[in-house]
């Protein structure tokens, strides 16, 4: 008998689905190009690119523009905001109705954020605001409308958490005296500018030059107008103030970066009326107070730093810390939390 001799005709494959399982492994987009996120709008995506013309000669010319995206597949759920950098594959060109794909969001150097408050949202969801700001703008009228300290207290807080530095840009002097208002932040040491309509905007633009900041403020206190008169073609829509509500209009419906003439951007936000912080803790805030932290460890496990029990008193009390800074400390904390448990 002789050895059967098999063939191709005898493998039997039976149909449906291969076995082959699916890579995980994703392409480096070496060639892809950098890119500056400056506006998001429905899913697309705005970014500033900077990149030579002609590959790595050394006479390549840098061309600039502004380049329309969409997210790519396989970043999931990762979000995109005004200040990412990003890089960007695909039709780069520019040129009108081409769209790139982000392939990879960088590492940021901060993160501005808010959550859900009672007064505006319910949902309890966290908004992040801005990425890789250097400068938080806190921009307060003085007067049409009149200032909300609990609002400026909550921003400041939010400034903490995402360690940016915050500056405070009073508008609207000619209305009314900043004296009262810089009062009540002089113990925070935080940095102030006061401005009023067509005066000088020249110690503002030495604070803003060379920095990513971004504006923050409740409607209708000055935030476009300052916006335009620092980028001349920024044309930003400006609002006016209800003079029954005292409450503004909202004119900016999303974050936009514009470029500073002189160097540097600023993100114009829109106006908010409430800035949720359930997302920052205790913790965060007390950081800020570094001549406080030593004060809090003869403190009560799980102390509010706002009850009776609290060490702080004492720490102040016997001139460890200024007792005024002790104040600053418990009245943010009351924005973060304004019904403490009992200790």
């Known amino acids: ?51 030579a013309e002609g590959g790595r000669k050394k006479r390549a010319k840098p061309s600039r523009r502004l380049v329309v995206a969409m997210k790519a597949r396989e970043l ?3 979000g995109i905001i005004v200040g990412d950098r990003v890089a960007l594959v695909g039709d780069v060109s520019g040129e009108p109705d081409a769209l790139a794909r982000i392939v990879r969001v960088e590492p940021r150097t901060s993160m501005l954020r808010r959550s859900a408050d009672d007064t505006e949202d319910t949902d309890g969801i966290e908004r992040p605001v801005v990425a890789n700001a250097d400068q938080l703008v806190i921009v307060t009228a003085l007067a ?19 360690d940016i530095e915050p500056l405070l840009c009073l508008t609207k002097s000619d209305l009314a005296a900043p004296d009262e208002l810089l009062a009540l932040y002089e113990p925070l040491g935080v940095p102030h500018v006061v401005v009023h309509k067509g005066g000088s905007l ?13 504006l923050v403020g409740h409607s209708g206190v000055g935030k476009s107008t300052l916006v335009n008169a620092l980028v001349p073609d920024a044309n930003r829509a400006v609002s006016h103030v209800n003079a029954v509500t005292g409450r503004g209009r ?3 419906t999303s974050a936009v970066a514009l470029e500073l003439p002189e160097g540097g951007w600023i993100i114009d936000t829109p106006g908010v009326r409430s800035f949720g912080l359930a997302h920052v803790s205790v913790e965060t805030v007390l950081a800020a107070f570094p001549d406080l ?8 496990k799980g102390c509010t730093h706002r009850g009776p029990d609290c060490a702080l ?15 600053s400390l418990r009245r943010l904390l009351a924005t973060r939390d304004p019904d403490p448990s009992p200790e």
Do not use: Q
Request: glycine share 8%; charged share 35%.
């Open 144 to 162: 049409e409308p009149p200032p909300r300290p609990r609002m400026i207290d909550r921003i400041l807080v939010a400034a903490f958490d995402a």
């Open 250 to 252: 909202h004119t900016s």
């Open 76 to 78: 999931g759920r990762k």
């Open 313 to 327: 008193d004492a720490w102040a009390a016997e001139g460890h810390a200024d007792p005024a800074r002790l104040d």
């Open 293 to 300: 932290i030593e004060g809090t460890v003869n403190c009560p």
């Open 202 to 214: 020249d110690e503002l633009r030495d604070h803003v030059a060379g920095k990513v900041s971004v």
């Open 1 to 51: 008998m002789k050895r059967r001799e098999y063939d191709e005709d005898d493998v039997r494959v039976r149909p449906g689905k291969g076995s082959r399982p699916r890579t995980r492994i994703r392409p480096a987009h070496d060639d892809a190009v950098e890119g500056f996120v400056v506006a998001v709008d429905r899913g697309r995506y705005t970014s500033l690119v900077e990149a």
